[in-house]
């Protein structure tokens, strides 16, 4: 016999409903884990799904340990502060913003791409009432 003795055999043979994903009667609990979502379970669909999706981070990194062996360090530190001072300026959250400064300091300026003609910002989701976005942005909601 184990040392547990015999209570800890009796708790590890009984299934304990609170302690499984699924609820008492086989269901998802919704109250303790939240909606489920498909999205997070799925699985690339396509193995160069990934890197597709991470290629401006993987191509900016690249360009920068490049920058840094030629330049020194100096040069990848001042382009990193630029394009975090880039991206803070936007127009309002209701207004489409092109980030064309962005795309000026990555050479994206003179480049056409899907996003750039398929993208059409009139069938953005992003459009709605001005005040009610504008009062979410500042915390009054």
Known sequence: MNSRGATSLLKDSIPITEFSPAGPFGSHDLLR???????N????SHPLELSEKNFQLNQDKTNF??????QGLHAP???QMEFRAVKQVQRLPF???SNIALDTLRGNDECIGFEDILNDPSQSEVM???HMMMEYKLGLL
């Open 33 to 39: 884990r939240g909606f489920t979502s498909v999205k």
């Open 41 to 44: 379970e799925l699985l690339p």
């Open 65 to 70: 340990a490049t920058l840094r062996n030629i």
């Open 77 to 79: 530190l001042k382009l």
């Open 95 to 97: 207004l489409h913003s």
């Open 128 to 130: 709605g009432e001005p």
